[in-house]
């Protein structure tokens, strides 16, 4: 999976988010971040499915078939849309198609997929796959998966068991097996990492220097810019360098294909200035590391008779390192084994409300709707979950008095006093509910000490060499107290392999927690004057809406990619070194 460059602001401060915009330089920068907090650093990759079966049918019903698949994906509200067809064998029980089918794999989302499995009359076998009408074939069975469920497994490849559907077949019929290979696209692991400066940035502050960061977009089919990437903001900087931008093939299509790197002076409203821009290809990107010339940046000429013209200005930038080389992705590290465990923790101060009653927090619908605390839960939960074969969850409250004893701040949910795990997504929510009625909503907020204890049980790991790699769930309904407690906590577990996503529920004013968030907040130090080693949490309110069907859980989650393989690499360099 691609890795995009560093977002961090000058020498250690995070990511910014950006707000409305309504110049093109503004919109451009509003989007790049809106795309790359939805898709997250190395979120999303192409992958191939390779498709077999065994045993087609069963012969009392049905003579050798010629058999081919059909791919769909299926939405939430059930509707499923073709992804791709194979070809049609012919004479064959135990087929293996040669047609591969492409989709891009998400971590952030459940893809769920469905196979169906249909002979094809000898009729049609003049007439293209595409074209064939699967009412006039013959259904042979159809098997159900998620995506995730054929990436996690050893070397990607899941047998499933045919069935039937709404198809009309006898139930006692034996439908054989279909076998799922996943592969990633060879552009994936093609990693192309390049160092750029500039020179005579122009001032755009009016009482300071400018603080300039780069936004790199692919150009789609249609002439629009995609963006892939953007570097950290240098603070008043007028001959910024930055810090390494990783691409891989499969974000930029070719080599060849050109690149709009465009270079905006950073404000913290989001209305961020265009300073100048380039168009270049990598391959003219990688000429330029080998004769070290320098780019003039250009910007659209003010004149409205003539839409193409440009102003050349004096400012330039440079390629200063180009390197390529191949290294493992994301879905390398799962497929040999290593796991995503997911802890929870949940908020049970008094400002929820009395979970007895409807207008709380906590208050558990006799309908089944979920509030909340389950609704976050639950949609993260459904994604982690098959990265985790034990699906065993270490589930923690805090800000609780238990029955005769003080208030807590990290207590297990499902009430044993050595072992907080619980079994699976639902035995999170089970616990959680009984935790409702065998302790006190208290107070006060602090994350201090269950950020303390997650890191605990990510350190235990590596002792004993697991391959694990722990997120940690804060959901909350304020602001923490604790504050330099919780950023002191943060920093050392930038050193494990941990990561943190909190999220805010209620109506509360979270705009105190975004101290939390790298994408919104400045650097985090500790109280003896470190800083994290790279970035292990994110922010977000539930109510934050993200567009385009994006929703907050996903856009954070999206992000724990990225963060994993920065921690992966970390401690492949500390290995070599």
């Not at 077999?52 to 509200?77: R, W």
Request: charged residues 20%; contains cysteine; glycine residues 8%.
């Amino acid at each position: 999976m691609g890795n995009c460059c560093s977002d961090e602001v000058g020498h250690g401060a995070g990511r910014h988010s950006v707000g409305p915009a309504a110049s093109v330089a503004e919109a451009a920068s509003a989007a790049a971040d809106r795309f790359l907090r939805s898709r997250g650093a190395g979120a999303s990759t192409q992958i191939e499915l390779s498709l077999s079966a065994s045993i087609l049918g069963d012969q009392q019903y049905f003579s050798k078939s010629n058999p081919m698949v059909i791919v769909y994906s299926k939405s939430n509200d059930g509707a499923l849309e073709e992804i791709g067809r194979t070809e049609v064998i012919l004479d064959s029980l135990n087929p293996s198609w040669n047609a591969k089918i492409n989709l891009q794999y998400q971590f952030e989302v459940l893809q769920p997929l469905v196979f169906q499995i249909y002979d094809i009359d000898p009729q049609f076998h003049d007439v293209s796959e595409k074209m064939l009408k699967l009412e006039e074939q013959q259904f042979l069975g159809e098997a159900i998966c998620n995506l995730s469920e054929v990436v996690t497994k050893q070397n990607r490849l899941l047998t499933l068991k045919l069935g039937v559907s709404k198809h009309n077949l006898p139930n006692s019929s034996k439908f054989g097996e279909l076998t799922v290979q996943a592969e990633e696209s060879a552009g994936s692991k093609a990693l192309m990492e390049m160092v750029f400066h500039c020179s005579d940035l122009e001032i755009k502050d009016l009482l300071s220097k400018s603080d300039p960061f780069l936004l790199i977009s692919r150009i789609s089919e249609n002439g629009t810019p995609v963006p892939v990437c953007k570097t950290e903001v240098r603070k008043n900087d007028l001959n910024p360098k930055w810090k390494p931008v990783i691409l891989n093939l499969q974000q930029i299509g070719s080599k060849e294909k050109p690149l709009v790197i465009e270079c905006f002076n950073f404000s913290s409203n989001g209305k961020h200035d265009l300073v100048g821009k380039i168009v270049k290809s990598v391959a003219e990107l990688e000429n330029m590391y080998h004769s070290q010339d320098g780019e003039n940046f250009f910007v659209p000429a003010s004149t409205a008779h003539d839409c193409h013209s440009k102003e050349v200005l004096k400012s330039q930038v440079y390629v200063e390192k180009y390197h390529e080389n191949n290294r493992h992705t994301f879905l390398d590290y799962i497929s040999a084994g290593c796991q995503l465990n997911l802890m929870v923790a949940i908020d049970y101060t008094a400002s929820n409300g009395n979970p007895r009653l409807p207008d709380s927090l906590h208050y558990i619908d006799p309908s089944g709707r979920p509030n909340a605390y389950q609704r976050v839960i639950l949609e993260i939960g459904d994604i982690l979950q098959y990265y985790d074969p034990a699906k065993r969850f270490p589930s923690w409250g805090y800000g609780a008095r238990p029955i005769d004893g003080p208030v807590s701040h990290c207590f297990n949910l499902n009430g044993s006093t050595y072992h907080p795990e619980v079994e699976g997504i639902q035995g999170i929510m089970s616990a959680y509910i009984s935790a409702l009625h065998n302790v006190s909503l208290a107070g006060p907020t602090l994350f201090g000490p269950l950020i303390s204890t997650a890191t605990a049980t990510a350190s235990q790991s590596l002792t004993t060499n697991q391959q694990k790699y722990f997120i940690l769930l804060i959901v909350t309904d304020g602001v923490v107290t604790d504050f330099q407690e919780t950023i002191d906590a943060i920093i050392k577990a930038s050193d494990f392999p941990l990561s943190i996503v909190v999220v805010g529920v209620g109506g509360a004013d979270f705009k105190e927690m975004e101290f939390l968030d790298p994408n919104k907040g400045g650097r985090l130090e500790s109280s003896t004057g470190r800083v994290a080693s790279r970035d292990v949490i994110q922010f977000a309110p539930m109510k934050d809406v993200h567009g385009a069907g994006v929703s907050i859980v996903q856009s954070l989650l999206a992000e724990i990619p990225g963060q994993f393989m920065t921690y992966m690499r970390t401690r492949e360099t500390q290995a070599v070194s």
